[in-house]
């Protein structure tokens, strides 16, 4: 069974542009997550996809944005790029909502992440 | 607003030691607990999850125990290998919060021969 896959693996961008970064879940998993990972803040909570609607938010400025299609795969964007955004982005896939909850559904399954690098 | 905390921040031990990673965490009304680890570059692996409910989950070498009341977690981990080295996150889940997740500031293991 395929885990979550992130693409692309490295980025490099200059300040003022915009990005996105994409992310197919795990088979069957209608929830994606999204996560920043800094060196000082650690990791954040940015968003959460479920069947197309975004039903969780954390403190980020509107520059980040994201969407989910209909086959679960989810997008992220961020525009006006700042040094600041330099960071591992990463993405985690769950069940969501059943088909039952148990312990195993809770889990998050993470992909090996996006790096981004902003000049 | 949840604030998880990991102790210690580094931990160096030669192979064979049995260690103890602590968690702590400042609202007790979570829904779960996960505990992950980090390769260098790479993403997360789920290790172990603990539902608020629990007490302790094993699984192999590694034991993690939930004490909610006082907001503490501990991930065991027995006979230690270099292979164990990496980077061990505590995560919370707060009920009624989905998805998201409120990670600790991690234990960077260093495992040595």
């Known amino acids: 069974k395929a885990g979550v896959t992130q693409t692309p693996r490295y980025l490099i961008k200059t300040r003022g542009q915009q990005v996105t970064l994409s992310c197919s879940p795990i088979?069957?998993?209608?929830?994606v997550s999204w996560y920043q990972q800094t060196p000082g803040q650690g990791l954040q909570f940015l968003f959460e996809y479920f069947s197309e609607t975004q039903r969780n938010k954390g403190n980020f400025p509107g520059r980040f944005s994201g969407r989910q299609f209909s086959n679960s795969r989810s997008e992220m964007n961020v525009s006006t790029l700042e040094l600041g955004d330099s960071a591992l982005y990463l993405c985690?896939?769950?069940w969501g909502r059943g088909p039952s909850l148990t312990a195993t559904n809770e889990k998050l399954f993470f992909g090996s992440g996006t790096q981004l690098s902003v000049l | 607003k949840q604030e998880v905390t990991q102790i210690p921040a580094a931990l160096s031990v030669p192979e064979g030691e049995n260690l103890v990673l602590n968690c702590s965490f400042t609202d007790s009304a979570i829904y779960n607990l996960q505990w992950f680890r980090q390769d260098p570059g790479k993403g997360l692996t789920s290790l172990l999850l603990i539902q608020s409910s629990q007490r302790e989950q094993t699984s192999g070498r590694l034991n993690a125990s939930l004490d909610k009341s006082s907001g503490r977690s501990t991930l065991y981990i027995a006979a230690s290998q270099p292979g164990d080295s990496a980077t061990y996150l505590c995560?919370?889940?707060?009920?009624?919060?989905?998805?998201?997740?409120?990670f600790g500031t991690g234990t960077r293991l260093q495992v040595t021969l």
């Open positions: 995560a919370v889940r707060r009920a009624g919060t989905a998805s998201k997740l409120t």
């Open positions: 985690a896939s769950s």
């Open positions: 088979s069957g998993h209608r929830s």
